[in-house]
């Protein structure tokens, strides 16, 4: 789902900077020292998840796990998205240093809003209904960071309409794997680790699940 150099109109490209360096200062400040390794951990599983790309036009699909990442450091999500696409357009020449700012909001903003909005239901005592929200909150974001990206080619030009089109198309299957691989990774964690998916990024010191 990254976007290539080259392809996005200057206005796009300041605005998804704007939103970006925003997403950034908040989700940095949400980060308190001892919870640096867990940020540094959930940016190396995102970096690892997206690092196998099928290539679509002038973007490409691949995991992201950004729905539990979302879950489990809500604004943090930002500045994860952000050092993992870093280091991809560094090192492998993915996307690009120029679309970073829009890369990043296409992904994390979703990743943010939507782990905010599952997490309750996550935490319910109801399995169901966790495994239900898990769904949710894997597929969902995989599905609006797509249209993002659409949109942002739609507003660069209307002779890339069709590939933001076939983007998102072409990412349903992503959603579906996302959905799933989210639903039995918060099932997971809630018998091993219930303390991850607590409201914040700080959350060894709050009580297990009942």
Known sequence: MHI????????????????????????????????????????????TASLIHVNIGPSSAHLILSGLIGLIARWAAFPIVFFGLLLQGVLFGFGGLSTLGVNTFTMAAPAALFGFLARRAVNSPNMALASAAGLFCGAVPVLVSGI???????????????VGYVIVAANLPVVVIEGLVAMFLVQFLRKVRPDLLRPTLLVAREAPLA
């Open 4 to 47: 290539s150099e080259g392809i996005l109109s200057p206005p796009v490209l300041v605005a998804g900077a704007a939103l970006s360096l925003a997403g950034l200062a908040i989700g940095i400040k949400s980060i308190k020292e001892e919870d640096v390794p867990k940020a540094a951990i959930l940016s190396a599983v995102f970096f």
């Open 148 to 162: 993002l990206v659409a949109f942002s080619l739609y507003l660069s030009g209307d002779a890339f309409a069709t």
